[in-house]
């Protein structure tokens, strides 16, 4: 079972950038797709960014496309999440999680697995 942890969460104005970081433990995400979803309160978890296991496929919600870009180091066993042009409705909890099948590549919460415990965005206007 892989563990992980998000960091680089915090306060932002409208506009501005942030870096978020996962990092895994317990064993290696080579092989597996990852992604990044998002909860704001009141609200239900939603897909925001994937990408292949060897980094070459990458997908974003429609909502963060051309603003989010997904990234991965395996080498570092890390996925990271760049956001910039940070939007008031973007504030949320973000997660990041590992698929559950190597090779694969989905974006419903149900193709991941194993789970961060999320880090908080939170974008002033």
């Known amino acids: 079972q892989v563990q992980l942890v998000e960091s680089g969460g915090g306060l932002v104005q409208a506009g501005g950038s942030l870096r978020l970081s996962c990092a895994a433990s317990?064993?290696?995400?080579?092989?597996?797709?990852m992604g990044w979803f998002r909860q704001a309160p009141g609200k239900e978890r939603e897909f925001v960014a994937a990408i292949s296991w060897r980094g070459v496929n990458t997908y974003y919600a429609d909502s963060v496309k051309g603003r989010f870009t997904i990234s991965r180091d395996n080498a570092k066993n890390t996925v990271y999440l760049q956001m910039n042009s940070l939007k008031p409705e973007d504030t949320a909890v973000y997660y990041c999680?590992?698929?559950?099948?190597?090779?694969?590549?989905?974006?419903?919460?149900?193709?991941?697995?194993?789970w961060g415990q999320g880090t908080q965005v939170t974008v002033s206007s």
């Open positions: 999680a590992a698929e559950k099948v190597k090779y694969g590549l989905g974006t419903n919460i149900a193709d991941f697995a194993s």
């Open positions: 317990g064993r290696t995400i080579t092989w597996y797709a």
